[in-house]
């Protein structure tokens, strides 16, 4: 039996309905952007495995540094217990996160992150004498998939069995350029009637929606708003951060800087599993007390692993590096050509790009996952290019070290599934 074969016995995967998708994939082998699977079959990894190894799969920068700290200390508890490579990456990320934000706290996946930045919103309050128990999110986010972080996302798909039980989140469109005064009309219409702690949001890039892109100025509006009403604002910048949309953080594009910010996925450049929610020194100046309950009672076995350090410290020295953030200026303007080449083909309804983030919408009725994505899907494979369309969108956020032949076979397939479809 293959590894194929051998899956189906005992894995249930991740977002996946079994009986209308059988078929997994068995990767064997991962180098720069080439993904390898058991037959031999190579495949460019045009999405960095949902956004996490930028600096290419295997980067022996980051094993090397990981592999030595292996050596010298794998696993503490991280109550009572500190590290040199948790220390050494707060200091690395205070330096280019907004000058606002001042400590760092612990997780190890993008939905505990969001978690914890929605328990600091509502503790803050809590902390301070005023219970305020609603949030504020936009329609379409995605925030993860535990329970506080689903009440917060808007994408019904996931959320069917469990919407009884979730938390009270009012929620708000995204501006889109001429609907930001219609948005303030509603915010001040939410915070008359409810007691709003904090609003959630992704900055600029709404990934799990089809990399819906929205309009600064108009998202900071909101944040001037929440900033006036003292409701905590949480960006959530698990996809959008360390260089995806050109700066290290999207919310480095915006005048209003969040209070807490989440962070995973392209932290640890895809070698471990880590997270981060980080805040300014007054919400945690909220938790800092005699008081033993005003704490933030939160924590993960493998909270702060020293190997996930190690591994973010050094994808955050390779970030800063000369040649990554040439590479990403390569990659934006390589995107922007592509962009004007297929904008106007009869099959292309919308293009849109922030930073390295390329979308097209094709101009065909589907279903988010229909027959036709499928269809898409097992094209971009068959021609060597891993691809996963979003209902009817097409998206490119490759590794930050894809060549520019490996580029160029991406938009290259692409244009192929136009003429197919
Ligand atoms: C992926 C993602 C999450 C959830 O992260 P997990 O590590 O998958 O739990 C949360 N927010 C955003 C914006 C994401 O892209």
Not at 32 to 56: F, H, K, P, Q, R
């Amino acid at each position: 039996m293959n590894l194929q074969e051998r899956d189906k016995k005992h894995i249930w995967h991740p977002l996946t309905q079994h009986k209308l998708h059988p078929e997994t994939l068995a990767i064997t082998k991962a180098k720069g952007c080439v993904l390898t699977d058991e037959n031999g079959n190579e495949y460019i990894d045009a999405i960095a495995s949902w956004y996490t190894c930028m600096y290419g799969h295997c980067n022996t920068y980051i094993t090397s540094k990981v592999t030595a700290q292996m050596q010298q200390l794998d696993q503490v508890v991280f109550s009572g217990f500190t590290h040199e490579p948790a220390i050494k990456l707060s200091e690395a990320l205070i330096k280019i996160l907004p000058e606002n934000q001042n400590k760092i706290f612990f997780s190890d996946n993008g939905s505990s992150s969001t978690e914890i930045g929605i328990k600091m919103a509502l503790q803050y309050h809590f902390n301070t004498g005023e219970k305020r128990n609603t949030l504020i999110a936009f329609e379409d986010g995605f925030h993860g998939d535990t329970f506080g972080a689903m009440s917060v996302s808007g994408l019904s798909v996931y959320n069917g069995p469990f919407e009884d039980f979730f938390l009270d989140v009012k929620r708000i469109p995204v501006p889109n350029g001429e609907n930001h005064q219609d948005i303030l009309t509603l915010l001040k219409d939410i915070v008359n009637t409810n007691k709003v702690a904090g609003f959630i949001y992704e900055p600029l890039v709404q990934g799990a929606a089809a990399m819906k892109m929205h309009d600064a100025s108009g998202l900071n509006a909101i944040l001037k708003f929440c900033k006036a009403h003292n409701i905590i604002t949480v960006a959530d910048e698990v996809m959008t951060g360390f260089g995806k949309t050109g700066k290290y953080f999207a919310s480095l594009h915006l005048e209003t800087k969040p209070d807490v910010i989440c962070l995973s996925k392209a932290l640890t450049g895809g070698l471990l599993p880590m997270a981060l929610t980080t805040c300014t020194q007054e919400i945690y100046n909220a938790f800092y007390s005699d008081d033993l309950s005003k704490g933030l009672f939160h924590g993960h076995t493998y909270s702060g692993n020293p190997l996930a350090c190690t591994a973010a410290l050094a994808s955050i020295e390779l970030l800063q590096t000369q040649e990554i953030q040439d590479n990403i200026k390569t990659i934006i303007a390589s995107h922007k050509t592509f962009g004007n080449t297929i904008k106007k083909h009869p099959k292309v309804k919308a293009i849109r790009q922030t930073g390295i983030i390329f979308a097209l919408d094709l101009d065909v009725k589907m279903e988010r996952y229909g027959n036709l994505r499928d269809k898409l899907f097992k094209h971009f494979m068959e021609n060597g290019v891993f691809l996963r369309p979003l209902g009817n969108t097409i998206y490119i956020q490759a590794p930050y070290v894809i060549t520019k032949a490996q580029l160029q076979k991406v938009y290259q397939v692409i244009k192929e599934v136009l003429d197919v479809i």
